[in-house]
Structure formats: structure tokens, C-alpha cells
């Protein structure tokens, strides 16, 4: 099993402060916040990110409004109950956050500056929902298991496109994968039993790359080099 949790789940954020930060929790006595920042992508549009961040990370410039900076951390879940029922929520966990120098300038957009980027290497957990847009466009639904320390694992929903998404619908439950791609922002309405709408935002993984990991072929690459060494 691979315990390299920081490179089974990194991911690298650019963009700009849009909320004032909220307590999260607290645990032994470190205080973690959550503040929202806002990403944009190519298309002019922007994704807006909860990010969870420890109070040892903040200095006494604070989280100031409309400041752009850069986060490197996890993408992570935990569930949140509500009643009888739970809702899996997904956050940020900020391990480095930087200020931009330029805080002036708008933030360069393109393949030569990344503004949103997460690599994950997990296991399918769920049978993928394959299917086709009325415009027929493919899409698959993947989620993504992805071991974290202290034997917890982040449950991590992706979309997979075109022939990606083919591809998923082969792949069994149990396989493990590594994903590339970028943390998207989602609105929707949920309907309640009382007839009742609510405004939720979703996020989930867009895949850019996917690649099946074979651990049989790295064990019998392993033993061949083994084997020269001798």
C-alpha cells in the first residue's frame, strides 16, 4: 500500500481572498479557519474554494480581502451530519499559503502558470456512472479513495470527459489510479421532503490525465533491477 500520503493527494492553488476567514474547529488547542478563494480559469469564469488553514499558519497580516496568494496543500473530505443524515464536505488543507509580490496585477491565466492543479492517486470505490450529455458529450462519474495518514481516507469525486470517461466505465471498483486535473466549483438546487430549496455549491476533481497503476508490473520491474544489481 503506498503510504507517500503527500504525493498520493498535493494540489496547488492561485488566486484571490473572497471571504473573511470562520472558525472550523479546534483541535488540542490549534485553531483551523476556513475562508473562500476565489480561482480563475481560462475561460474568464472563476471557481470559488473553501480552504481550511491552521492558525500557525497566519501571521499578523491576517487573510486581508481581495489579497492574491498561493496554496499548497491537500484536497480533503470529512462528513458532516446533518440529523439522522450526513453530507460529505470537501475542503482545501492549506500546508503553505504565499502572498503574491504583485498584488496589483491580475493573475497570469495559462500553461505556463498554474493556478489550479491536483495530482491524486487512489482506489475507484464506487462502480462509475458512465453516460452521455443531450449533446453527446461523455461523461463518467469516478470517486476516488485516497489514503491519508492515521489509516483515514478522502473521498474525492472527479468527472472524467470524452474518451477518459469510456475509459472509467471498464475500469473495476477496487483499481487503483492517479489523476491529474483541476478542483471545480458547482452550483445546485437541493430539494428537500418538504418541498423546500436549498442553494448548495459541489466540488469534485476535472480530470485532465488518468493513468491506471500497476503494481504487478512495478513489482517484476523491481526484481529485474534486483537481479543486474546482483
Known amino acids: 500500500m503506498n503510504t507517500m500520503y503527500l504525493d498520493n493527494n498535493h494540489i496547488t492553488l492561485v488566486g484571490k481572498v473572497t471571504s473573511e476567514k470562520r472558525l472550523s ?9 476556513v475562508f473562500d478563494l476565489s480561482v480563475p480559469r481560462l475561460s474568464g469564469n472563476c ?4 480552504i481550511t488553514i491552521s492558525e500557525r499558519l497566519l501571521t499578523d497580516k491576517g487573510l486581508p480581502l481581495e489579497s492574491k496568494m498561493s496554496v499548497k496543500g491537500q484536497f480533503r473530505s470529512y462528513n458532516s451530519y446533518e440529523g439522522e443524515k450526513n453530507r460529505l464536505v470537501l475542503t482545501v488543507f492549506a500546508k503553505e499559503i504565499e502572498f503574491l509580490e504583485d498584488q496589483d ?7 505556463d502558470f498554474v493556478t489550479n492543479e491536483v495530482t491524486l492517486d487512489g482506489y475507484i470505490c464506487r462502480k462509475p456512472i458512465y453516460r452521455k450529455t443531450p449533446f ?11 489514503n491519508r495518514s492515521y489509516n483515514k481516507s478522502d473521498y474525492i469525486p472527479c468527472i472524467a470527459w470524452g ?10 471498483v477496487g483499481t487503483e489510479i492517479k489523476i491529474v486535473g483541476r ?6 438546487e437541493k430539494k428537500h421532503e418538504d418541498g423546500t430549496v436549498e442553494n448548495r455549491v459541489a466540488y469534485e476533481v476535472s480530470v485532465s490525465t488518468l493513468e491506471v497503476i500497476d503494481k504487478k508490473s512495478d513489482e517484476n520491474e523491481n526484481k ?7
Request: aromatic letters at 10%.
Open 25 to 33: 474547529h479546534e483541535i488540542y488547542g490549534e485553531k483551523f479557519y
Open 47 to 50: 471557481d470559488t474554494i473553501p
Open 105 to 111: 496585477a491580475d493573475i497570469p491565466v495559462g500553461k
Open 136 to 146: 453527446g458529450r461523455e461523461i463518467a462519474d469516478v470517486l476516488l479513495a485516497v
Open 163 to 172: 474518451r477518459n470517461a469510456k475509459f472509467c466505465e471498464t475500469v473495476a
Open 183 to 188: 478542483v471545480q466549483s458547482r452550483q445546485y
Open 224 to 230: 529485474e533491477e534486483d537481479k543486474e544489481a546482483i
